[in-house]
């Protein structure tokens, strides 16, 4: 089992920041594959970006490539979302997940534990 708790959301202007962070605790986090999702209302989750358990290899959906980095503390079981000049279209919920295996993988089936999700809306 794995327990995830995601924070930082909130409302924020086009061009703004935000960091969202996930504390994960109940299994060894430094050995887990994490990845960020988000859901818009009436669209289906989409990947956002994945990070191996060593910070080695990071991915990012096109469409926040150049604009979000996620980065990870295994010392304090977190995962990081910068998300940088953002974009009405950046609106959803976002939730971090927890991937068994080895690799950062693009579809939301791969990963086995999930948070409840933050809300972060750009809008002015």
């Known amino acids: 089992q794995a327990q995830l708790v995601e924070s930082g959301g909130g409302l924020v202007q086009p061009g703004g920041s935000l960091r969202l962070s996930c504390t994960a605790s109940?299994?060894?986090?430094?050995?887990?594959?994490m990845g960020w999702f988000r859901q818009a209302p009436g669209k289906e989750r989409e990947f956002v970006g994945g990070?191996?358990?060593?910070?080695?290899?990071?991915y990012y959906a096109d469409s926040v490539k150049g604009r979000f980095t996620i980065s990870r503390d295994n010392t304090k079981n977190k995962v990081y979302l910068q998300m940088n000049s953002l974009k009405p279209e950046d609106t959803a919920v976002y939730y971090c997940?927890?991937?068994?295996?080895?690799?950062?993988?693009?579809?939301?089936?791969?990963?086995?534990?999930w948070g409840q999700g933050t809300q972060v809306t750009v809008s002015s």
């Open positions: 997940a927890v991937r068994l295996g080895a690799s950062v993988e693009y579809n939301s089936n791969a990963y086995s534990y």
């Open positions: 109940g299994r060894t986090f430094r050995t887990l594959t």
């Open positions: 990070i191996s358990w060593s910070s080695s290899n990071n």
